[in-house]
């Protein structure tokens, strides 16, 4: 029972401990199984490791409230996607809106035992496709990450989504041949091999 002299904090963390305590086996399950999908989708929506971190953990706090409904979902792993990236773009709004994202910088160089050129070609291949990736309308770049970056399957994409799985496919087609279209044009044939 929680005190009357306790603030909300600590509410909050005596709840918790009390769901946690009834409902452990289901969500330890599903924070076992799921965790490293729940972090890739956060993510892919917030290119930060940090934020994604904060909004997994959201996640599964979030699936702690269902108590022992969990055990009844039959696809946990769609129903936790969702909510994940639900969490992930409601989290990448509100940054968006509070301030201007800091560009990141470059990472250090590790020795990989190839030269220190090909490790920066690469860095910067990525960042153009980054880049490019994040050019996209919305209703593209949703699809085509969650699809093919995630490999979240069509029907699962279309839930999440809101939208058939003809769409899913349309769209993930549609943002390749865009993607590859750029990047032609910035590079030329040779670069991209």
Same mark, same amino acid.
């Given at each position: 029972?929680?005190?009357?002299?306790a603030?909300?904090?600590?509410?909050l963390?005596?709840?918790?401990?009390?769901?946690?305590?009834?409902?452990?086996?289901?969500?330890?399950?599903?924070?076992?199984e799921?965790?490293?999908?729940v972090?890739?989708?956060?993510?892919?929506?917030?290119?930060?490791?940090?934020?994604?971190?904060d909004?997994?953990?959201e996640?599964?706090?979030?699936?702690?409230r269902?108590?022992?409904?969990?055990?009844?979902?039959?696809? !946990?792993? &769609?129903?936790?996607? *969702?909510?994940?990236?639900?969490?992930?773009v409601? =989290?990448?709004?509100a $940054?968006?809106? +509070?301030?201007?994202?800091?560009?990141?910088?470059?990472?250090?160089?590790?020795s990989?035992?190839r030269?220190?050129?090909?490790?920066?070609?690469?860095?910067?291949?990525?960042?153009?496709?980054?880049?490019?990736?994040?050019?996209?309308?919305?209703?593209?770049?949703?699809?085509?990450?969650?699809?093919?970056l995630?490999?979240?399957?069509?029907?699962?994409?279309?839930?999440?989504?809101?939208?058939? !799985?003809? &769409?899913?496919?349309? *769209?993930?087609?549609?943002?390749?041949?865009?993607l =590859?279209d750029?990047? $032609?044009?910035? +590079?030329g044939?040779?670069?991209?091999?």
């Amino acid at each position: 029972m929680i005190a009357e002299s306790a603030v909300p904090g600590e509410a909050l963390k005596l709840a918790q401990k009390a769901l946690a305590q009834q409902d452990g086996d289901s969500l330890e399950t599903a924070v076992r199984e799921h965790a490293r999908l729940v972090y890739r989708i956060a993510y892919s929506v917030l290119r930060n490791s940090a934020d994604a971190e904060d909004a997994t953990q959201e996640v599964f706090l979030r699936a702690l409230r269902y108590g022992k409904k969990i055990a009844r979902i039959s696809d !946990q792993k &769609a129903w936790l996607a *969702r909510i994940a990236w639900r969490v992930a773009v409601e =989290r990448h709004q509100a $940054l968006t809106k +509070t301030s201007a994202r800091a560009v990141e910088a470059l990472e250090s160089l590790v020795s990989t035992g190839r030269p220190a050129d090909h490790a920066l070609l690469e860095q910067e291949r990525s960042a153009v496709l980054e880049q490019l990736i994040s050019a996209l309308l919305a209703q593209l770049r949703d699809a085509l990450v969650l699809s093919t970056l995630e490999e979240i399957a069509p029907r699962e994409v279309a839930e999440m989504l809101g939208i058939s !799985q003809a &769409a899913v496919r349309s *769209r993930s087609f549609r943002a390749r041949e865009i993607l =590859r279209d750029r990047l $032609l044009a910035l +590079t030329g044939p040779g670069m991209w091999i």
